[in-house]
């Protein structure tokens, strides 16, 4: 019963081409994020992270937010979006603040002014805001690689900062969609600094290393140099592009080529690959075929990956630090990371380790082993552990059940239809 009463905060992950929603709260005692449920609705309002039917976006957003409700039996308090998409664009800045000579001492303020003087040197367009600001690393009268300067003695202080810039229509039309089934966010984030945020040890943004988001339409990239975000990128290819060769080479529907995937797919004939064959239907459903599933690798999965992974290398070697800068290794996430074969595809071509990422268990629990093993939820988690990270009132609520945003919804679907 004291869980009716709880409010939880929920993540809500914008990807691709559905809404992950994850709820969660934290607990004093064990000093742990817990996770109640997760859910994932298809959308086909989203493309690759943007609005593309409002209508259908809003449908989607209501019916995460209602099972999420109803399964966990709690009102939903606060809401954090993880956001991604190419209209999202990086910037970087350098803010500087002097300091009390009298006193010499970094406080929270004087590191808020240098924040904001950085912030304030990025110039954006009419129909851009800025989504996130992500400092990477202090600066102490010429003294590098601070990462928490706050009670330090000095007389200046300097910050580098990753700006992301957002279009403000795209915002806005997510912002419409929401608050049309009564939601409401109260801070939004990056998505694929939510997903790192939960995923990278400390030894490994200190060794270097690539964090690789793996998605349907899109797949993220963060790279860690020397434990501070030196680089972040996204290309226009996922897993949802394997479905479509499928589908095309084949010549099957979508849902069958995405169940074949799932079922006899792998990202090249690795060691321990076994073949077979297998049947599936065809367009329209009326006859049948049958597919060796070597073939089904080699000649058509394969290349896709091999694409997949040119431009991911292509993208590292051109920036400042490039694939040397890997010793920490490659951390996979997304939905589409769970394809077989793709550790070692990845392993093979970047030449260093790689790792299925899941959640830090030192900062995250969850009842269901299930929901933290499934790459999917990843962002929507990391926006979990995000918000109480930056915001402060996570009191309990005793407002009844009745208030909740499940019972806007059920109210805005019964007006619409």
Not at 30 to 47: E, M, N, Q, T, W
Not at 219 to 238: A, C, M
Not at 329 to 358: H, N, Q, W, Y
Not at 386 to 410: A, E, G, M, Q
Request: with cysteine; net charge negative.
């Amino acid at each position: 019963m004291a869980r009716r009463q709880q409010v939880l905060v929920a993540g809500l992950d914008i990807g691709s081409s559905k809404i992950c929603c994850v709820a969660g709260t934290y607990d004093d005692e064990s000093r742990l994020i817990k996770i109640f449920d997760a859910v994932s609705v298809p959308c086909d309002g989203i493309k690759a992270g943007t609005v593309i039917d409002i209508q259908e976006t809003a449908m989607s957003i209501g019916e995460a937010f209602g099972k999420i409700e109803k399964a966990t039996g709690s009102r939903v308090g606060n809401v954090v979006i993880a956001v991604r998409g190419n209209f999202i664009k990086s910037k970087s800045s350098r803010g500087i603040a002097s300091v009390n000579h009298s006193e010499r001492e970094i406080t929270r303020e004087i590191v808020q002014n240098a924040l904001e003087s950085a912030r304030k040197q990025i110039k954006i367009d009419s129909d851009q805001e800025i989504l996130q600001v992500v400092p990477c690393e202090y600066i102490l009268n010429q003294q590098k690689g601070i990462q928490n300067p706050i009670g330090m003695e000095g007389t200046y202080i300097e910050v580098d900062i990753h700006a992301f810039i957002v279009s403000s229509s795209n915002m806005g039309n997510i912002t419409k969609a929401m608050t049309s089934v009564g939601v409401n966010f109260n801070d939004k984030i990056y998505g694929y600094l939510a997903a790192s945020s939960i995923l990278v040890t400390k030894e490994e943004k200190e060794l270097s290393c690539l964090v690789v988001d793996f998605g349907g339409l899109t797949t993220g990239l963060v790279h860690f140099v020397d434990g501070i975000i030196k680089h972040v990128d996204e290309i226009l290819d996922g897993s949802d592009y394997i479905t479509r060769d499928i589908g095309h080479k084949l010549r099957t529907s979508y849902s069958v080529s995405k169940e074949i995937k799932e079922m006899y797919g792998a990202a090249f004939s690795y060691k321990d690959f076994k073949n077979g064959e297998f049947e599936y239907k065809v367009a329209g459903g009326r006859t049948t075929r049958k597919c060796d599933r070597l073939e089904l690798v080699n000649g058509i999965i394969t290349q896709r990956i091999d694409r997949i992974l040119y431009e991911i290398k292509e993208i590292i070697e051109k920036n400042d630090y490039g694939c040397e800068f890997l010793s920490g290794g490659i951390i996979l996430t997304g939905g589409g990371s769970s394809l077989p074969g793709l550790v070692e595809a990845f392993e093979k071509t970047f030449d260093c380790s790689v790792r299925t990422g899941m959640p830090d268990p030192n900062k995250i629990a969850c009842s269901s082993e299930k929901i933290l093993l499934d790459p999917s939820y990843t962002a929507a988690i990391g926006s979990v552990a995000y918000n109480f990270l930056n915001l402060k009132d996570y009191s309990r609520s005793d407002k009844p059940y009745k208030n909740s945003v499940f019972l806007k919804i059920s109210k805005w679907v019964e007006d619409v239809f």
